[in-house]
């Protein structure tokens, strides 16, 4: 079935360690992106890559890292998480600009 | 600053009531539109989207919703509710240039009532 596919779904992790969230879609997009949903708060954009091989920073992108090595793939990393970063976070993608986008199921991440 | 906000943080109705979710946007140039819905436990899904064209568009599961330019806002609608419109919506604007710049309100939370 085409999609996204998140891993894990859900985490805890202990503040300081390094965590990979994975992000996977079959459906040749161009576009991916990592948001975290907070209450209250709605979606707030981290990282984005309009294409393989480019990223770029969103609205909330410190203390994470991406990379584009190739069309399906989009990990999100947490290099020393801290508990400010307990969220869920969703990946998403689009065909390309002016285009909606298309979500995973979301990772749960909780920070200790 | 782009920035995008929905009237109601929670919203309860009884079965068969019209809904009407308020959206208003701050941007100044050409942006497209988007309302998504989260059903409990679920990804977001799209429920209809506004680039171009009649401001009046039409999505799945009845809803509607109204672009109105001057007035900078896009409010979702749909003349009766069910149970199983029990969700969170969240309005979205994206600017037509790009990819970054896409901002999601704080989301309603729908509750409705058998």
């Known amino acids: 079935i085409a999609g996204i596919t998140q891993a894990p779904t859900s985490q805890i992790l202990a503040a300081g360690r390094r965590m990979t969230l994975r992000c996977t879609q079959d459906?040749?997009?161009?576009?991916m992106y990592w948001y975290r949903q907070d209450l209250g708060l709605g979606l707030r954009l981290i990282h984005y890559s309009n294409t393989a091989g480019t990223t770029g920073k969103g609205e909330v992108p410190d203390g994470y890292s991406v990379s584009r090595a190739n069309t399906d793939d989009f990990p999100l990393t947490l290099a020393s998480a801290v508990p400010s970063q307990t969220s869920v976070y969703f990946c998403a993608s689009s065909p390309g600009l002016n285009t909606e986008a298309f979500f995973g199921q979301g990772t749960r991440l909780t920070v200790v | 600053a782009q920035s995008v906000s929905q009237h109601n943080h929670h919203v309860i109705l009884s079965e068969a009531a019209s809904l009407e979710l308020g959206c208003n946007y701050s941007y100044g140039g050409t942006v497209n539109l988007f309302w998504y819905v989260q059903y409990p436990g679920q990804h977001l899904q799209l429920l209809l989207k506004y680039f171009s064209g009649d401001p009046l568009v039409k999505g799945i599961k009845g809803f509607e919703a109204e672009f109105i330019k001057s007035k900078f806002s896009f409010n979702l609608r749909k003349p009766s509710v069910q149970w199983s419109d029990t969700a969170e919506y969240f309005c979205a604007v994206s600017v037509k240039t790009s990819y970054d710049k896409v901002i999601f309100g704080p989301g309603t939370s729908l509750s409705v009532i058998p």
């Open positions: 459906m040749r997009h161009n576009a």
